[in-house]
């Protein structure tokens, strides 16, 4: 199973649980990859490894928001 079809599982199964957290932030993560292949093109599958940099990026952006709200 892919590192996508896990967040788009984990979406599904929060989305039943209404786990409304999880669910908005899973949403996120999911727009982020679908985002990031229509830049690329029609047909363009991301790999595990592209999808982990682009969470990181994501997870670098929240924190830097939070620093900012802190100071």
């Keep these: ?11 599904t199964t929060a989305m039943k649980a209404k786990d409304a957290d ?3 932030t899973l949403r996120m993560v999911k727009a982020a990859l679908m985002n990031e292949e229509n ?7 991301l790999t595990d490894e592209e999808i ?6 994501l997870v670098k ?11």
């Excluded at 982990?52 to 990026?57: E, V, W, Y």
């Excluded at 952006?61 to 100071?71: G, L, P, S, V």
Aim: net charge positive; no cysteine.
């Design 22 to 24: 999880r669910t908005g």
């Design 52 to 57: 982990t940099k682009i969470l990181n990026t």
């Design 39 to 45: 830049k690329r093109g029609i047909g363009t599958v």
């Design 1 to 11: 199973m892919s590192l996508k079809d896990k967040i788009v599982s984990d979406l």
């Design 61 to 71: 952006q929240r924190k830097d928001a939070i620093e900012q709200f802190t100071n």
